[in-house]
């Protein structure tokens, strides 16, 4: 399944750049990442948990960054087993460039799974694929932007059982 889309996020290409680089950044905007070690240049391991349809996997898997052009484009790309629940691949092309507000964030996003996940039929795994991708890209616009002038500053992306992140804390990391 492909599916693409953009948004801007308000803050200049530099500051995106090294959040997409940040590995902190990465393990807070995968939705149910349990875990994230490693680093961009040799890859990441990654323990994920999720949800799909009736089926509840944990997945254990590795992410890497490739095709980087820097501070204009790369890849991120996924792969994990989820034991009996079957194994998961997908990659996003992620492409920045500077717009009028900030950065302008595209990305394609290529989904495929097999198993018993695959039996679930395309329309849930289509669905499911979206949500993901919405999440993650929502996720990391937070993380970067910080809240909206409406919200309050508390919130939301934590993973499951663990404290969650404040809003928009890389963005203030960086420009200390």
């Known amino acids: ?30 939705p149910g990442c349990e875990s994230l070690t490693g680093s961009p240049s040799e890859g990441y ?5 999720q949800k799909v349809g009736p089926v509840k996997a944990r997945f254990t898997g590795h992410v890497t960054l490739s095709d ?15 034991g009996a629940a079957g194994h998961a691949r997908g990659s996003a092309k ?8 900030g950065t302008l964030l595209s990305y394609e996003v290529d989904v495929h799974v097999g198993g018993k ?12 694929s979206r949500k993901m991708a ?6 990391f616009q937070t993380a ?9 500053e508390a919130v939301a992306v934590g993973a499951e059982g663990e404290a969650p992140a404040k809003k928009g804390w890389f963005k203030r990391m960086i420009s200390r």
Not at 45 to 49: D, F, G, M, R, W
Not at 120 to 127: A, E, Q, T
Not at 134 to 139: A, G, K, N
């Open 68 to 82: 980087i052009v820097d501070g204009r484009s790369l890849t991120i790309s996924g792969e994990g087993k989820g």
């Open 144 to 152: 970067v932007e910080g809240p909206a002038e409406d919200e309050p």
């Open 117 to 128: 996940l695959a039996q679930l039929g395309s329309r849930i795994i289509d669905g499911f």
């Open 134 to 139: 919405d999440q993650f890209f929502e996720r």
């Open 45 to 49: 391991e990654a323990i994920v948990t």
């Open 94 to 101: 992620v492409a920045m460039s500077p717009s009028e507000g």
């Open 1 to 30: 399944m492909l599916l693409a889309d953009q948004r801007t996020i308000a803050a200049d290409p530099a500051t995106v750049w090294a959040a997409i680089l940040d590995p902190e950044v990465l393990r807070v905007c995968i």
